[in-house]
């Protein structure tokens, strides 16, 4: 009899155990503005258009507004190539006063704390912004808010989900009052040794923003994210990141400061006890990292082990990292350097 108690009192611990250890912070964001034509499909109405200016062809398309490779189009051999990254979303104003002044509130898409604002305009092309970190299943994440006119919080404040933060503005580079928006991110960050790679690699521009630099931090697709919640809330960051495609992969030297799988430990595939000689990094065309695994190989700086093909030169297609096309690809200066940041100071 008191086997058979015990046996059972076991079975209902690990049952629990397995539970709790299943179990996920769930994802529950809310949208930061009224503007909620996201979810009905109009993205005409969502997203505030860009000026363009394209062989003479003047045009306002809101496509521009999206996240990804949607601005500055340029002709080649394989059709129209977009080649400027747009690290988040650009959302439309919907309020404005009797002078076209923007009235829309900024509210904290999740709970969180507030880690950074920056309230001098000049000081990025975000204008006056705020940062806020989210922790979900103990790995960080921070919500961007640029081009505010007022910031009504303060570093270190915690915020409940859908709290008042801002007012929408048009503070930043390239933006007028008809332009007014906000733009939201939603990143990983890279490593929190940002300031002494900084440093090094731009002495003469100074950081007004410490480790919450635009450098330092890696925007998902926030809006593929919001719709892809709305058909299942239960979807996890790393699963959402699971249906990003591979467009090259990278070989780092080992480093004790490399701080992805620290922060992001489901990046890690294999053995990640595995004292290998390197890691190999997976990205998406975006940057964004996807998937780390130890590798045998002995490197002393960052190679390029993988491009996706394309009749495109890399130049083309991504951020400024890569240049070339097939087997000539690779990693320009620019590159070297941002990738050194994986693991600086390594």
Known sequence: MRIRFLTALAVAFFAAHNSLVAQHDVIDLVLPTDNDALFHGDGSEFYQYVDRDYHGEKSTPWEGGQYGFVRDPVQTAAGVVYTRFHEGIDIRCLHRDANGEPLDEVRAIAAGQVVYTSPVAGYSN????????????????????????????????????????????????????????????????????????????????????GIYNGINLDGIDIARLYLELHKNPSLTIPEFLAGEETFYKVTVPRSGHFELPKNYPWMVQGDAERKGKSWEISFARSGVPLKIEPNDKKVSRAELTYVKPSPVDCSLLFRGEIAGRGTQAHLTEYGQGLLRLLTFPD
Do not use: C
């Not at 490593?191 to 090094?200: E, K, S, T």
């Open 126 to 209: 975000y204008g006056k912004y705020i940062v806020i970190e989210h922790r979900w299943d103990s790995s960080p994440y921070f919500s961007l808010y640029g081009h505010l006119s007022k910031i009504d919080v303060q570093i270190g404040q915690k915020v409940e989900r859908g709290q008042p933060i801002a007012v929408m503005g048009y503070t930043g580079t390239g933006i007028n009052q008809p332009r007014a928006h906000l733009h939201l991110e939603l990143n990983m960050i890279i490593n929190d040794r940002f300031q002494a790679w900084y440093d090094r690699f731009y002495r003469n521009e100074p950081n007004h923003h």
